[in-house]
Structure formats: structure tokens, C-alpha cells
């Protein structure tokens, strides 16, 4: 990994706030899909808001392995299939960025295999603009490229930042550091705590 790397972190109302602006612009677009399919797993909260906002009941999802962490693998591959038919139906696949774009390419592959629809749109939360792929809907544009660490892989993306970490054991205080110095961001003290490890009972505990 380089010496340092740009790093954006959001949290649970940024992603809240996302979600409905991806709502709204399917809905401007007068999209109204019959079934929403999430590629995991990045796109499984994402897709779960969406349907909600926009009332749709069907949902379903499978897997793509790109990312563990902030480590990107050789290859994006299928891990666990679709296993309903999308023949006649309005899709909506979703996803939580459009990075490389190489997900899609293989989600879109896979689908093609699961029958024909009768429209597929594809949604992300962000669009990095260095992607070779640009969905038909998506909140927000991210021009310089960072790495996004949405709330839902927090834990994840610091444990791997920590396996980087050189040097004795770290404490809160240098993990801290070192994640300002190397990634740019700044982490509530409970999340570094937890990812190191650090047992505080809280009031309620005793």
C-alpha cells in the first residue's frame, strides 16, 4: 500500500442523507422498479433504504469479492449467485460506489444470465468520476479519488489500516495518529477502542 492514501469517512446520517437523494433521483426519472437487487455486500443497506423509500417489496441480492478492506483483490468475482428470475421485471441493481466500475461488469454479466428484463437500471450512492462505468443513477459525484469508508465497514477498514500499522503494539492514542498522519482521517475513540480490542464496561454493564 502507498505511504499515505486519501481516505472520506461517512457516517450514519451522511449515508442516511445519500440514500434518499438516490431515492428522489430514481423517482425525478420516473423509474419505479419491480424488484431492487443488491450487490453484496456493499449495496445491501444501501438497496434495503432504497426499497424502503421508494415502497418496493422485493428484494433480493448475491455477492461480488473485490475489496477486504481497503485491499483490493486481482479480480472481481461472483462468490454467491442470484437465485431468482428477473425475466419481465423492472431491476433496479444496487450498489454502495462506482470505483473501478469492474463490479458492475461482472454483475451485469451474471444477470444476464438470469433472464431477460424488461428494464435494468443500476444505482450507487457515489460515483467516482475514474470509474469505467457510470450507473443510470447516483447522489452524489466524487471527483478526486479517495477511499470511502461507509458506517457499516468502519471495523473492517480499521483492522486493515491496523495490519499495516509498523512498528510495537499500538495504543489508542498512536493508532490515532497514525490514521491521521497515513489516511486523513479522524476516529471516535470507542471505534479505535474496539478495534484494538480495549474492555470498558459502561454504566449500564454494572
Known amino acids: 500500500m502507498p505511504d499515505?492514501?486519501?481516505?472520506?469517512l461517512i457516517s450514519w446520517r451522511q449515508f442516511h442523507a445519500l440514500a434518499r437523494q438516490l431515492a428522489l433521483r430514481v423517482r425525478q426519472a420516473g423509474f419505479q422498479p419491480d424488484l431492487i437487487v443488491a450487490i453484496g455486500r456493499g449495496g445491501y443497506l444501501p438497496a434495503r433504504v432504497l426499497a424502503d423509500y421508494l415502497g418496493i417489496f422485493d428484494l433480493t441480492g448475491f455477492r461480488i469479492e473485490h475489496y477486504r478492506g481497503a485491499h483490493k483483490e486481482r479480480l472481481a468475482r461472483l462468490r454467491d449467485p442470484l437465485t431468482v428470475d428477473i425475466t419481465?421485471?423492472?431491476?433496479?441493481?444496487?450498489?454502495?460506489v462506482s470505483d473501478s466500475g469492474d463490479t458492475f461488469v461482472v454483475a451485469l454479466s451474471h444477470l444476464q444470465g438470469e433472464g431477460e428484463p424488461a428494464v435494468l437500471k443500476t444505482a450507487v450512492l457515489q460515483h467516482k468520476t475514474v470509474s469505467d462505468f457510470t450507473p443510470d443513477f447516483y447522489a452524489e459525484v466524487v471527483r478526486e479519488w479517495c477511499w470511502i469508508i461507509y458506517p457499516w465497514a468502519l471495523m473492517e477498514d480499521?483492522?486493515?489500516?491496523?495490519?499495516?500499522?509498523?512498528?510495537?503494539?499500538?495504543t489508542v492514542q498512536s493508532f490515532a495518529a497514525y490514521l491521521r498522519e497515513r489516511y486523513g482521517i479522524e476516529v471516535n475513540r470507542q471505534s479505535l477502542e474496539d478495534v484494538l480490542g480495549v474492555c470498558r464496561s459502561s454504566p449500564t454493564d454494572s
Not at 4 to 8: E, L
Not at 88 to 96: A, E, H, I, N, W
Not at 158 to 170: C, E, K, Q, T
Open 4 to 8: 499515505t492514501m486519501q481516505c472520506k
Open 88 to 96: 419481465g421485471k423492472r431491476v433496479l441493481l444496487v450498489d454502495d
Open 158 to 170: 480499521l483492522r486493515g489500516f491496523l495490519r499495516d500499522m509498523p512498528g510495537p503494539a499500538p
